[in-house]
């Protein structure tokens, strides 16, 4: 074993010869290091495990079922197509080893895998953690810190910081699988726009595609797609289509015949590129393993490009198989010898049954194909983790060349760690479910932590019937995660905002507009914690340590300033709220009464349909502006701050050009708002790089319930 320090402290073992997943970034240096964990070697593969005490807490595993606290379950890190989270579901589409234990000490793990990992987190042992590795050439880093914050800090530091897409990747976005033709896709635009609901973009599913093949466009259905494309963009309005793992096998489709020309395809045993069934029927899936495929597969996302195409999502990259012409033979061989003129008992036929309902995406299959690595040949198992990362990585490193130093939008649906550095995720085929709901607000400070910020469920529910009210109270929560997205599956009724009732409409549509209004909020905490290493969601027991707070899984921390306790069940006008301190409740959707300060304790909150409730922390603020209907409107020259003050607070807006790189060299707008209360007065003091500011209003609040309203003008000038 090897071992070596990395510059934060973190520490580093190394078992074996581990395949180089690029998942950390920072230089190693050797050192003569101890590890004090039960590492065992076995015949099928390594077992970790970690003793706990009654009072640990995990936390991490990022996309995955479960609550905040991972304690007490199992989980599975093997990249899967799973279109049905279930509650007992241990495995989703992406794999994100690292965790956090904490009780007396707090200590932060990330096994360095590229293939299958289980964990048992205390389940059938409640006194220890059961990791199994299925294999034994890995990496393990172990950092520590005073507390959760700092430990997430550190790994965040060593994987790199995370994707940033451009500012109008924050605004609204409506999808949906089945908008099959151009004219329903304007459609859907026209309708915002008459129900004036602001909008951003609109995914493009399959239906844009001919014959769901890679990098083509429907003649039939989507003729004069650049015009299109360009028209809507007039308006403001993105498209992003999708991209699939698997290419069509087609003699005459220009990428599959250059993808066998140029050798750029996954091999079977026997050395021909493997053959799996996905969408368009049978396909081969690109070796992104390769440099050679990266560089080719990449460069054809210009073809979409040129016709104006700024933002792409990556799918079915786990790679998902729906069967193998062989395994699809078989069970049909089978069928049909058990079927004819016979009586089958119940084992025969759930036999029969499970033949073809376990079709799709066998273990089986991972062992059947093969990627080059360095010119050397590795079945897809062992390295199965890293197709979705490793296809979205040759994506970014294309779109950074083909739009020059135009910022993007790009997301996948698998991914693992070191992805997060080129885009960010949705996390997958969810359903119009409460339960989905509340797991995708679980999620967020859990990828948050292994590294991914670009993050968001599909809004509403992908699967399943939605109706109004689990629109309403999803986009409740969902006006504050980076990515907003509400896509549905073919098949299900329509939950756009304007399918249901005219009171959901109108909910909906002042809950996006809330969204507009908040972006220089949202884009600035982003950012911030995107720079500085920071959780953009956190738990709340990350910064309060009361026992409660410790226990609370159905609120969570945004940024330093607000905490969110979204409503996750039919029928409630409220819910209880644990406040951890004094708060400041804003009804966002009622500005004369949008005031109440909630004292240290649990508060049942009134929560209607109507309204967007979250909670100031004392002594913070939050900038806010007028609503507009895209990004390109969005109009700062107000800047609107809600401040709860008792004696100081202050308040980094960060703000940049949102579509350039020049960030990352420093170009960027600050506006440093210092609040100072004073005996019957406040003291405001405000420091603004940013050109678009010219006026700020101030409501500020203190423990009294008193409000001071106060306006500050200025023009470019320092105050
Ligand atoms: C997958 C994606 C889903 C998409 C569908 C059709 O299930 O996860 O978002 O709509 O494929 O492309």
Known sequence: M????????????????????????????????????????????????????????????????????????IYESYCTDTPSHIEDR???????????????????????????????????????????????????????????????????????????????????????????????????????????????????????????????????????????????????IYLIPIIDAGVKVENGYDIYEEGMKGDYFCKDKEGKPYEGVVWPGKVHFPDFMKKETQSWFGDKYQKLTDSGIEGFWNDMNEPAIFYEQEALEKAVEYAQKKLKNKNLDVFSYFKLKDNFTSLANRDSYYKNFYHEIDGKKVCNEKVHNLYGYFMTKSTYEALRKILKGKRFLLISRSSSIGMHRYGGIWTGDNSSWWFHLEQNMKMLPSLNMCGFFYIGADTGGFGGNCNGELLTRWLQLSIFTPLLRNHSAMGCNNQEPYAFTKKVLKNTRNLIKARYSLIPYIYSEYMKSVNHYHLMFQPLSFEFKDVLAKEIEDQILLGDQVMIAPVCAPNYKGRYVYFPEEMLEISFMHPKKMIGIRKKGI????????????????????????????????????????????????????????????????KRFSTRIKIIKKENNYEIKVHNTNPSIKNIEFKIIDSENHITEKDISFINKNQ
């Open 603 to 666: 508060h049942y909150i009134n929560y209607r349909l109507e309204d967007l409730k979250f909670f100031i922390r004392k002594n913070a603020m939050i900038p806010y502006v007028k609503s507009c209907k895209n990004l390109k409107e969005l109009d700062q020259k107000n800047l609107k701050i809600l401040a709860y003050v008792d004696n100081e607070a202050i308040y980094n807006l960060y703000d940049d050009d949102g579509i350039s790189y020049d960030f990352i060299k420093g």
């Open 2 to 73: 090897e071992s070596y320090q990395l510059k934060n402290g973190t520490k580093v073992f190394q078992y074996g010869l581990p395949i180089e997943t690029k998942a950390v970034i920072a230089p190693k240096r050797k050192m003569k290091l101890k590890c004090d964990l039960d590492v065992k070697f076995q015949k099928d593969g390594t077992t970790i495990s970690i003793e706990l005490l009654s009072e640990d807490r995990i936390y991490g595993l990022g996309e995955n079922l479960g609550g905040i606290n991972k304690r007490g379950r």
């Open 90 to 236: 241990e495995k989703l589409y992406s794999a994100h080893n690292f965790f956090i234990v904490s009780g007396k000490v707090v200590r932060g793990y990330f096994i360095d895998f590229p293939g299958r990992i289980t964990y048992d987190m205390g389940y059938y042992n409640q006194k220890d953690i059961n990791i199994k590795i299925y294999g034994q050439n890995f990496y393990i880093y172990i950092l520590e810190g005073k507390d959760e914050k700092e430990v997430s800090s550190k790994f965040l530091e060593i994987i790199g910081k995370s994707y940033v897409p451009p500012k109008w990747g924050f605004g609204y976005f409506q999808s949906r699988w089945g908008y099959r033709n151009k004219e329903e896709v304007k459609k859907v635009y026209k309708t915002f726009k008459e129900n004036d609901i602001p909008i951003e973009g609109i995914y493009l599913d399959l239906d844009y595609m001919d014959n769901f093949k890679d990098f083509t466009i429907s003649q039939e259905r989507f003729s004069g797609f650049k015009e299109f494309v360009e028209d809507l963009k007039k308006e403001g």
